[in-house]
């Protein structure tokens, strides 16, 4: 009985740890903003504690676009809220 519990914890905290890097990771988090696009939207995402307990919102707004060595470049504003 101890070693699955054991082994249940491990298996948590191991996703936990896994969650936390996949969603806290700048190339990650900047790939998605490529594969998504700004467009004339806005990015709207949600923050959890742990990947569980809510703890705030972020909105990330494109202000312009402007050109900056041949590639397209946001300047962006951001609000956050607890």
Do not use: C, W
């Not at 806005?42 to 041949?70: C, D, H, M, R, S």
């Amino acid at each position: 009985m101890k070693k699955i519990l054991l082994i249940s914890a491990l298996l948590i905290i191991l996703l936990s740890v896994f969650s936390y890097h996949s969603n806290n990771d700048p190339a990650i988090i900047i790939s998605g903003l490529e594969k998504k696009g700004l467009g004339n939207g806005a990015l709207k995402y949600k923050i959890n504690l742990f990947g569980i307990i809510p703890a705030g919102n972020a909105v990330f707004e494109p202000q312009t676009l402007q050109e900056y060595n041949g590639r397209k470049v946001y300047h962006l504003t951001a609000k956050a809220g607890s």
